[in-house]
């Protein structure tokens, strides 16, 4: 089989009028453009030019030869352009997985501006709280929340955000109930509990010290818009990731209980398998997610 980087040499010879003119254009020894000609020759076993000192003309079989290595060339032009189109405009499915609140929090107001920024994308997000294993059921992208780090596994993966998991209450709560002056005294507050085996809130400060704190419980939900519903309208005191109560706190509908002291910190990662995330769509849709999120967006959200 023909070695198509001969044909190339060739072409550049010919459209050069000669080998050293070609050499120039190509960034290559005199040499290495002769050496190609004369194997592309042994190989069709045909001459294809005619080559004295003075002269450098095609052979009847060389015109026909040129005209395709041309061709061939223009359509590897056509193929690097396509391929560059594609880096730069992303198209194509992505399928993420992600659980409830990362929807709810992360990703309802991002996604339709990714959609907007790459028309040609179609995003499929699948949302749930079970485990995915991303090879088996055929997805690129799954989003995950994390208290500790990730065990090591075949999946890449890149930290998106770490957000510290806060206290907070109804502007009514307090000021019927006062505000705790230490965390000692949430044990005579009302709390909101995540679940029903959930007894105590382990918190610390920035100094280190950390204060196991039991409220009485008021309300149990494993739903995190049901939580901040229920503070809102006065049930209690609730402990959630910042970007949970965020947009609440920021409307006033929400204060920040206790700011100096905080309940650890949650994690959120994208994973993908190692060959889809080379992806042009992948990796388009990931370093979007890995922007910080603007401004005007977090203060919509």
């Given at each position: 089989m023909?070695?198509l ?45 005619h080559?004295?000192?003075r002269?450098?003309?095609?052979t ?20 690097e ?29 991002r996604?339709?501006?990714?959609a907007r920024?790459?028309?040609k ?14 090879v ?8 995950r ?18 957000e ?6 109804a ?5 019927e ?6 965390p ?7 709390g ?7 007894k105590?809130?382990r918190l610390?400060?920035a ?6 704190v ?7 939900a ?19 990731p ?35 995330g ?9 370093d979007?997610?890995m ?11």
């Amino acid at each position: 089989m023909l070695n198509l980087n001969d044909l190339h040499f060739f072409a550049q010879a010919v459209e050069c009028g000669g080998f050293a003119a070609a050499a120039r254009r190509l960034g290559c020894p005199k040499s290495t453009v002769s050496k190609r000609v004369a194997t592309l020759e042994a190989t069709l076993g045909v001459q294809l030019l005619h080559r004295t000192s003075r002269s450098f003309t095609l052979t009847d079989v060389g015109r026909d030869v040129y005209d395709h290595a041309r061709a061939v060339m223009i359509e590897a032009e056509a193929a690097e352009t396509v391929v560059h189109r594609r880096l730069a405009e992303p198209s194509g499915t992505v399928r993420i997985t992600a659980s409830v609140p990362i929807a709810q929090f992360q990703l309802a107001d991002r996604l339709p501006i990714l959609a907007r920024q790459y028309p040609k994308l179609r995003i499929q997000l699948h949302v749930t709280d079970r485990f995915i294993d991303l090879v088996q059921e055929g997805f690129d992208i799954a989003i995950r929340s994390h208290f500790t780090t990730l065990p090591d596994s075949d999946l890449v993966q890149r930290r998106m955000s770490e957000e510290p998991i806060t206290l907070v209450a109804a502007p009514s709560y307090i000021a019927e109930r006062g505000e705790p002056p230490t965390p000692e005294a949430l044990s005579d507050h009302d709390g909101l509990m995540t679940s029903a085996t959930m007894k105590l809130w382990r918190l610390g400060d920035a100094s280190g010290r950390i204060v196991e704190v039991a409220p009485r419980p008021q309300l149990y939900a494993d739903e995190s818009v049901s939580l901040v519903k229920a503070a809102e309208m006065g049930l209690g005191i609730v402990c959630l990731p910042e970007m949970i109560s965020a947009q609440a706190v920021r409307e006033g509908r929400l204060v920040r209980v206790l700011p100096a002291w905080t309940a650890g910190s949650v994690m959120t990662t994208i994973l993908t398998p190692h060959k889809r995330g080379q992806l042009p769509a992948v990796r388009a849709v990931i370093d979007f997610l890995m922007q910080e999120r603007p401004a005007a967006l977090r203060h919509s959200s």
